[in-house]
């Protein structure tokens, strides 16, 4: 009887747990760009910005266009996503227009500090 009462205990925790940590997918993909091209151009490397800023529009885009998952809030999140794809848009359109290491710089401080918005506003279990 114990043993069944720890399994079922053990059972609802592990549910239980999953669920307060919704995942979501394309978020998960466009930090992994994010963190490779913000936290080298913080460091003064914008290399890899400059390398990867097609694939950080392509994740952006798709993010703003997949659902949003169970336990997020759309309403919230979907016009920040769409100032989150602005702003990786303009990166790109300074990128290729070869715009000075201090202004990507700004820019992508200001795409990652959006990112976190969406991050920090829309995250399973918050209401705002």
């Known amino acids: ?9 053990a059972a609802i925790f592990t549910v239980s747990a999953h669920a307060q940590e919704a995942s979501w997918k394309q978020m998960e993909d466009f930090h ?3 963190g490779k091209t913000f936290h080298a ?3 003064g490397n914008l290399k890899p910005l400059k390398e990867n800023v097609a694939t950080l529009v392509a994740k952006a885009k798709a993010w703003e266009s997949g659902a949003v998952p169970a336990g997020y809030d759309a309403k ?4 920040i996503l769409k100032q989150l794809v602005a702003k990786c848009t ?3 359109a300074a990128v290729k227009a070869k715009k000075s290491d201090k202004e990507l710089t700004s820019l992508i401080t200001a795409t990652h500090d ?6 920090e506003k829309c995250k399973p279990g918050e209401k705002h």
């Open 90 to 92: 303009a990166v790109e």
């Open 41 to 43: 151009a913080e460091e």
């Open 114 to 119: 959006v990112f976190h918005e969406i991050k």
């Open 32 to 34: 992994g760009v994010m």
């Open 1 to 9: 009887m114990k043993k069944l009462l720890v399994l079922a205990l």
């Open 76 to 79: 919230v999140a979907k016009p």
